[in-house]
């Protein structure tokens, strides 16, 4: 079965960087899209990014976009998310996700991951 752990969280001041990993174990997905969601306290986790896990492609929501870059580096079975320009409204817990291999590489929505990782906490001081 797939694991996924997430790594990289911390506190960090406004304007600043961090660099979250989820790092898979088990069985990878040669034909699946890896996915970023976050959630706020008193808030719906919500879709932060997803890149396809055999090549290139990738969609950003648009309050990160511009600001956030995910990567991959697939002999590691490692995702990346780089966060430039930090800002308080980027704190949540952070989570990596895996969909099930398809074609169908545009997921947004939480139920189309049936895979999580225990998530990373991310917290912005102004």
């Known amino acids: 079965q797939v694991q996924l752990v997430e790594s990289g969280g911390g506190l960090v001041q406004a304007g600043g960087s961090l660099r979250l990993s989820c790092a898979a174990s088990?069985?990878?997905?040669?034909?699946?899209?890896m996915g970023w969601f976050r959630q706020a306290p008193g808030k719906e986790r919500e879709f932060v990014a997803v890149?396809?896990?055999?090549?290139?492609?990738?969609v950003y929501a648009d309050s990160v976009k511009g600001r956030f870059t995910a990567s991959r580096d697939n002999a590691k079975n490692t995702v990346y998310l780089q966060m430039n320009s930090l800002k308080p409204e980027d704190t949540a817990v952070y989570y990596c996700?895996?969909?099930?291999?398809?074609?169908?590489?545009?997921?947004?929505?939480?139920?189309?991951?049936?895979?999580w990782g225990q998530g990373t906490q991310v917290t912005v001081s102004s």
């Open positions: 996700a895996a969909s099930s291999p398809d074609s169908y590489f545009y997921k947004l929505r939480t139920d189309q991951y049936p895979y």
């Open positions: 088990g069985r990878t997905f040669s034909r699946s899209a």
């Open positions: 890149i396809n896990w055999s090549g290139g492609s990738i």
